[in-house]
């Protein structure tokens, strides 16, 4: 896919993700739909750390070191080991998005990259840095939905009203 097109999509994201996180009362951010799933907070704090050590970090590394080891990441224990659930919500949601606007300067800096460049990742073998973008973008979508399908079963749990004339989830 053309690339201008999806760094373009991302920084759009960066609207999506603000107006998805504002006028959250405390008892929304930390609210789960299950147990297991992630409440807003984590969420947050998850597209926050992703953003840095993640995408970009690895978009960055394809780019410049494609034959060298990547540094590991654990997203899903960045959870329970960074405390996801104690962070300051108004705090990550700005980090995250001050982040956003770091990545989207960092990728309109680039001058000719290689994004036909290989990284062989232990887990889904070769990847380009054009793949790295793509599902930097493809991540941002994932999460957009799990958001609003967060909010969606919010709102379903702590309304006394039927929700079926609004359209099936």
């Not at 930390?30 to 993640?54: F, G, N, T």
């Not at 793949?131 to 941002?140: G, Q, R």
């Not at 969606?152 to 039927?162: D, G, I, M, N, W």
Request: aromatic share 14%; with cysteine; charged share 30%.
């Amino acid at each position: 896919m053309n690339q201008t097109f999806i760094i373009k999509k991302l920084e759009a994201n960066s609207e999506t993700f603000k107006s998805l996180f504002i006028c959250l009362t405390k008892e929304e951010y930390l609210w789960k739909p299950q147990p297991e799933k992630w409440c807003l907070l984590e969420i947050a704090c998850h597209l926050y750390d992703e953003e840095r050590e993640d995408f970009r970090a690895r978009l960055k590394h394809t780019l410049e070191n494609p034959d060298t080891k990547m540094p590991s990441i654990d997203p899903a224990g960045w959870v329970t080991s960074r405390k996801y659930i104690e962070q300051d919500f108004e705090k990550r949601v700005s980090d995250f998005l001050e982040e956003r606007n770091n990545s989207i300067s960092w990728l309109n800096s680039l001058r000719q990259p290689k994004w036909e460049n290989v990284y062989n990742h232990p887990k889904f073998g070769l990847f380009t840095a054009g793949m790295f973008l793509d599902n930097w973008l493809a991540h941002d979508y994932l999460h957009i939905r799990q958001i609003t399908a967060t909010k969606y079963a919010y709102l379903k749990s702590h309304s006394k009203e039927r929700m079926d004339y609004a359209g099936t989830w």
